[in-house]
């Protein structure tokens, strides 16, 4: 089955500095790769997603890289603010049909003002 | 749109007992559900994927006796955990595949167990 890689484990910056967050996925069938950001208590939001027929995507202050070949996709948050903290998560899953998510073990993001 | 919703939001019960948590597709219809369990600090880990109007494929490792799933409507799953114990303990979250024009699983706000 999918495996997924997600590091750092945590993550501190200042206000106003990028943070980047990294997954590797092992299926190559793989096609379709959310990121959720998930505050205390809630239930997880997505942020962002991409397809495996796309390198990037942008979303104001986010944006996702993919890169198939080496199978690895990035989260990158520019102009980061305190209400950004939270736990970021990275998945994969086939996308077609009803395929699973498979998650990464989640990354706490600490925004410091 | 794409919306799901769950309930109850949070649950105490008693050692032994069992606790019923619904998840619902609210303006759309949802033939696969899926439910995963969340410790602190931890990732979401999935349990078992919910089809409507058959059985449940349950992850290995997960007691498909103890963690019962039904999906009678194409709008409402559960999860019944059955003689709970304090290991059970948990966050359980259900999420629905998304209808046609939506992408993204849409996941409900979830359930916090506590078994006592």
């Known amino acids: 089955g999918e495996n997924v890689e997600q590091h750092p484990s945590t993550l501190s910056v200042q206000e106003g500095d990028s943070a980047v967050i990294k997954c590797t996925y092992s299926?190559?069938?793989?096609?379709?790769f959310p990121w959720y950001k998930q505050e205390l208590g809630k239930r997880p939001q997505l942020i962002i997603d991409?397809?495996?027929?796309?390198g990037e995507k942008k979303d104001q202050r986010i944006a996702v890289t993919l890169n198939k070949t080496a199978k690895h996709f990035s989260l990158h948050i520019t102009e980061t603010q305190p209400e950004d903290s939270a736990v970021y998560f990275c998945?994969?899953?086939?996308?077609?049909?009803?395929?699973?998510?498979?998650f990464g073990k989640g990354t706490m993001l600490l925004v410091s003002p | 749109g794409a919306v799901v919703s769950q309930h109850p939001s949070w649950v105490i019960c008693k050692s032994g007992t069992s606790v019923k948590i619904e998840c619902r597709s609210l303006?759309?219809?949802?033939?696969?559900m899926f439910w995963y369990r969340q410790f602190p600090k931890q990732s979401l880990m999935l349990m078992a994927t919910?089809?409507?109007?058959?059985?449940?494929?349950?992850e290995q490792g997960v007691e498909k006796d103890k963690f019962l799933i039904n999906h009678a409507s194409l709008t409402l799953s559960t999860l019944t955990v059955t003689s709970a114990h304090p290991e059970d303990s948990s966050f359980y979250i259900c999420?629905?595949?998304?209808?046609?024009?939506?992408?993204?699983?849409?996941f409900g706000s979830g359930t916090r167990l506590t078994v006592v």
């Open positions: 998945a994969a899953s086939g996308g077609s049909g009803y395929s699973t998510l498979t």
């Open positions: 919910s089809n409507e109007g058959s059985k449940a494929t349950y």
């Open positions: 991409i397809r495996s027929n796309v």
């Open positions: 299926d190559s069938a793989s096609n379709y």
């Open positions: 303006d759309f219809q949802a033939t696969t």
């Open positions: 999420s629905a595949h998304p209808p046609r024009g939506f992408y993204g699983y849409t």
